[in-house]
């Protein structure tokens, strides 16, 4: 079946600007995660959906950074006011009630000029 | 505050050995560990995990070891092969099942 969706692959943008993530996670998949990975490190936690809501976003490194999930399934994460240390690429995971493992997307790749 | 370590950031080993991978923690909350295999320009990909109620899983060439008492797991891979190539990434997972991955470590299988 499909797997996790994530687009743009790559999103360049300059300093300042606005930036929407998206996520299709895998169909009947009730919880979601946003991870960042910087080069050379392992992804890092953002924020968790479970359906709808946002059950923990202890992860999101400040407010310029939200994410929402409006019906359960597809997830955008929204980058305000770009900055050049947000640079790195952005992945997502979901994974179904039943078990504990993570499926995730291919990541898009966000360059802040 | 690293909570998850993976000290060695590349492991070379030839085809038809043994590959060993190791990886640290130090959050004793964590009641579940996975691996992740990530090619480049590719989101990780699931390889195997473990409760921390076991001391061993195996599924066909990987098998998982945790020490609890070490707080150290290891991932082996026997025979490696060529494909196996790639970072290895360590995760311990919390209450919510958030991931608290390692740095990953390169593995190189020579033919």
């Known amino acids: 079946g499909a797997g996790v969706s994530q687009t743009p692959s790559n999103k360049v943008t300059e300093k300042g600007k606005y930036v929407e993530l998206r996520c299709d996670p895998i169909s009947g998949h009730t919880a979601l995660y946003w991870y960042r990975q910087s080069l050379g490190q392992g992804p890092e936690f953002l924020i968790y959906?479970?359906?709808?809501?946002?059950?923990?976003d202890s992860g999101l490194p400040n407010d310029r950074f939200f994410a929402v999930r409006p019906e359960g399934s597809v997830s955008t994460l929204k980058i305000q006011r770009t900055e050049r240390g947000d640079s790195a690429v952005y992945l997502c995971?979901?994974?179904?009630?039943?078990?504990?493992?993570?499926?995730f997307g291919p990541g898009t790749r966000l360059t802040v000029l | 505050d690293q909570q998850v370590k993976q000290n060695s950031p590349s492991l070379s080993v030839q085809e038809g050995r043994i590959s060993i991978l190791n990886c640290d923690y130090t959050?004793?909350?964590?009641?579940?560990f996975l691996w992740y295999k990530k090619y480049p320009a590719e989101g990780p990909t699931f390889l195997i995990s473990i409760s921390s109620i076991k001391d061993k899983n195996e599924d066909g060439r990987f098998t998982v070891f945790l020490n609890k008492s070490a707080k150290h797991l290891s991932l082996h891979i026997v025979p490696s092969q060529p494909g196996d190539s790639a970072v290895y990434f360590c995760a311990g997972a919390g209450s919510a099942r958030q991931l608290t991955f390692g740095s990953g470590t390169q593995l190189t299988v020579l033919p």
């Open positions: 959906f479970q359906g709808t809501g946002a059950a923990d």
């Open positions: 995971a979901s994974r179904p009630t039943d078990t504990d493992t993570q499926y």
């Open positions: 959050n004793s909350m964590f009641d579940y």
